[in-house]
């Protein structure tokens, strides 16, 4: 018989220890989406995990802007998993709305990588949905915690908060 293989489990978010560098950043980067069709329900409001995916499209795209592409955190053998998530629901974007996903990193501190987030309306006076996101640098090969982040990784978010 095969032997079912399950993904390794995370350690509670108090277990994970800090190590060396904290930063913090008041700097928003800005992506903006418009609701598409296949984003909505059936009344033509966004889906929930679509506003997911907006966050995650806008933290990818903050971190390129830094020089961080995806692929060479694979190439490192780095992941950066999401271990907590929170959101608050405003007000919902409609089929055919535009809106800004705004993103910046509010602390780092060892290999846990704090996020927040706003979506907002194209002239920001309409506030969809604000959210947080904790990340941890984990070694894709072994499936655990890195007990720091690889050197390039960590420079790069310096300059995230400057």
Same mark, same amino acid.
């Given at each position: 018989?095969?032997?079912?293989?399950?993904? *390794?489990e995370?350690?509670?978010?108090? +277990?994970?220890?800090s190590?060396s !560098?904290?930063?913090? /950043?008041?700097?928003?980067? $800005?992506? *903006?989406?418009r +609701?598409?069709?296949?984003? /909505? &329900?059936?009344?033509?409001? #966004?889906?929930?995990? /679509?506003?997911? +995916?907006?966050?995650?499209?806008?933290?990818?795209?903050?971190?390129?802007?830094? =020089?961080? &592409?995806?692929?060479d955190?694979?190439? !490192? =053998?780095? &992941? !950066?998993?999401?271990?907590?998530?929170?959101l608050?629901?405003? @007000?919902? #974007?409609?089929?055919?709305?535009?809106?800004?996903?705004?993103? @910046?990193?509010t $602390?780092?501190e060892?290999? %846990?990588i704090?996020?927040d987030?706003q979506? %907002?309306?194209?002239?920001?006076?309409?506030?969809?949905? /604000? =959210?947080?996101?904790?990340? #941890?640098?984990v &070694?894709?090969?072994?499936?655990?915690?890195?007990?720091?982040?690889?050197?390039?990784?960590?420079?790069?978010?310096?300059? !995230?908060?400057?």
């Amino acid at each position: 018989m095969s032997e079912e293989k399950h993904p *390794p489990e995370l350690p509670p978010i108090g +277990a994970i220890q800090s190590h060396s !560098l904290t930063a913090r /950043t008041e700097n928003w980067f $800005e992506y *903006p989406v418009r +609701a598409q069709p296949h984003h /909505t &329900d059936y009344a033509g409001i #966004v889906w929930h995990g /679509t506003y997911i +995916a907006w966050m995650e499209e806008a933290r990818v795209e903050c971190l390129r802007s830094i =020089g961080i &592409d995806f692929a060479d955190l694979v190439a !490192l =053998g780095c &992941d !950066l998993p999401v271990v907590e998530l929170s959101l608050r629901y405003h @007000r919902p #974007v409609r089929m055919g709305m535009a809106a800004l996903v705004r993103t @910046r990193m509010t $602390e780092m501190e060892g290999v %846990r990588i704090n996020w927040d987030y706003q979506i %907002r309306s194209l002239d920001a006076q309409e506030l969809h949905v /604000t =959210g947080q996101v904790t990340l #941890v640098a984990v &070694d894709r090969e072994k499936g655990k915690i890195l007990r720091q982040l690889p050197s390039q990784v960590k420079d790069a978010l310096v300059k !995230l908060s400057t």
